[in-house]
């Protein structure tokens, strides 16, 4: 009887485990807007700012928005935060400094969701595109959308890869494991406080 249990449980998870990297993912096509947001998952990765450097520059977008997490290290390191560090990229890339707006730092997406939606309010935006992480896709998705409703602003997602973790076969990296080990109870989490729009 335990072999046979075993051995269904494995066939199941063959099954399973291949679609829940792909299940996090959430993710709309580029589209102009008035604003683009790198989420703090997303506002150092290279990618993510040559992306929004070349919507800049093509005219697709007018303003970046720089989402920023609180610094670990300011404790007991003197270190540039990370989003001075994003910003300087921007603008040695061309990007005019008064396009450039840095949310203030967070310490969760609930925050970083909130300070947009304050900024968004206050800059009256109607279209906002987010790039975010992959692994985290579908919860940023569900909580902008839902912090942005009745901002009358569009909101489009956008994922971007992480380079050390492929979600189509997360298993075989420790780093892949840490994502779907960590996102699933924080997706839960957010979905049981109806974070998630």
Same mark, same amino acid.
């Given at each position: 009887m335990g072999t046979a249990l075993a051995a269904a449980v494995l066939v199941v998870l063959a099954f399973i485990a291949p679609n829940l990297g792909a299940?996090?993912?959430?993710? &709309? @096509?580029?589209?102009?807007s008035q604003v683009t947001f790198l989420t703090y998952g997303v506002s150092i990765r290279r990618g993510a700012l &040559? #992306? #929004?450097?070349?919507r800049v520059r093509s005219g697709e977008t007018?303003?970046?928005?720089?989402? #920023?997490?609180?610094?670990?290290? #300011?404790?007991?390191?003197?270190? @540039?935060h990370s989003a001075e560090l994003a910003r300087t990229y921007l603008i040695d890339a061309g990007v005019t400094p008064e396009s450039i707006t840095t949310l203030p730092s967070v310490s969760s997406e609930w925050e970083e969701g909130e300070a947009l939606r304050l900024a968004v309010i206050r800059e009256r935006w109607t279209s906002v595109l987010a790039y975010a992480p992959d692994f985290r896709s579908r919860r940023s998705r569900g909580v902008l959308r839902?912090?942005?409703?009745?901002?009358?602003?569009?909101?489009?997602?956008?994922?971007?890869p992480d380079v050390e973790v492929r979600l189509d076969r997360w298993w075989e990296t420790?780093?892949?494991?840490?994502?779907?080990?960590?996102?699933?109870?924080?997706?839960?989490?957010y979905w049981l406080l109806g974070r998630l729009g």
């Open positions: 299940f996090l993912v959430s993710s &709309d @096509p580029p589209m102009p &040559d #992306a #929004a450097i070349a007018k303003a970046l928005v720089l989402g #920023a997490l609180n610094s670990r290290d #300011a404790e007991y390191y003197v270190t @540039p839902r912090l942005l409703e009745g901002t009358g602003s569009d909101l489009r997602v956008v994922s971007v420790r780093p892949g494991i840490n994502v779907i080990y960590n996102e699933y109870p924080r997706l839960v989490y």
